[in-house]
């Protein structure tokens, strides 16, 4: 079995992309789903979360945006965030990689893969355009403005570094046919390979 990590830059098109290998039948685990999960009303990090950061969960479980403010520019409280959303997060990726056992390839679908370690997966495929196509998509979206996505960028790490680090990068630039055809040949060999 291959553990291929699926990592990219806001916009860049990693969840199109990781819906493509889901349609091609292979087994996605979606780490941002994960935490959101924790961290909805009734989610297991949600008493810890209120514990540690009082005042930024309520019925609609954790307010992201309080919970934002209390942990973005200080490493100290993200430290303390990152220790309760880690721990789960890595029993549940553990428990999807038990359910597909017998999977030759499952696609772990990451955003902050390189900054979070990521020593999980074999290989990193990383998803990638050129800046001018990423600004135009996300400052197409509803709620995104310059600053907002300014400050994101800031927090990520360079696409230039990203694509110097990746087993492989699957380019989204161009058009969707073109990409789903780079998914398509990356699953055949990554599951020649893993069949092995
Ligand atoms: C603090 C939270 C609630 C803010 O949520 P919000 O929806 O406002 O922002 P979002 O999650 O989209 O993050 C915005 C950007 O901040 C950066 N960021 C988020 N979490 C982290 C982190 N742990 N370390 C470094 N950068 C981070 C990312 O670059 C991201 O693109 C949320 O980011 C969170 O719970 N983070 C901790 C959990 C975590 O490590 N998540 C990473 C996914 S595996
Ligand atoms: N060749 C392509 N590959 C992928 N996405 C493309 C391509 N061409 C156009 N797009 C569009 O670009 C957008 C990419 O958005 P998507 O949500 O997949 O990005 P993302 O990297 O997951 O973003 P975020 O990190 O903000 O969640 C989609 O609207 C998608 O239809």
């Not at 996605?28 to 989610?43: E, K, R, S, Y």
């Not at 359910?99 to 997966?121: K, N, Q």
């Not at 990383?126 to 800031?154: G, H, T």
């Amino acid at each position: 079995m291959i553990r291929l990590g699926l990592t990219g830059s806001i916009g860049m098109g990693k969840s199109t992309v990781a819906a493509m290998f889901a349609q091609q039948g292979v087994p996605v685990f979606d780490a941002d789903a994960q935490v959101h999960a924790l961290q909805a009303p009734g989610g297991a990090a949600v008493a810890a979360i209120e514990r540690e950061f009082p005042g930024t969960t309520g019925a609609m479980g954790v307010d992201r945006a309080a919970l934002g403010n209390a942990v973005f520019g200080d490493d100290d409280a993200m430290k303390r965030l990152e220790a309760i959303i880690h721990p789960a997060i890595a029993r549940a990726r553990e428990a999807f990689a038990n359910r597909h056992a017998d999977a030759t390839l499952l696609l772990f679908d990451v955003p902050l893969l390189f900054e979070t370690g990521g020593s999980y997966v074999d290989k990193v495929a990383v998803v990638s355009a050129p800046a001018e196509v990423q600004r135009e998509r996300v400052l197409a979206r509803p709620d995104m403005n310059e600053a907002r996505f300014e400050a994101i960028m800031a927090r990520q790490m360079p696409d230039a570094e990203k694509r110097a680090r990746a087993d492989f990068v699957i380019d989204t630039g161009t058009s969707l046919d073109a990409t789903q055809g780079q998914v398509r040949r990356l699953i055949a060999c990554l599951s020649a390979a893993g069949a092995r």
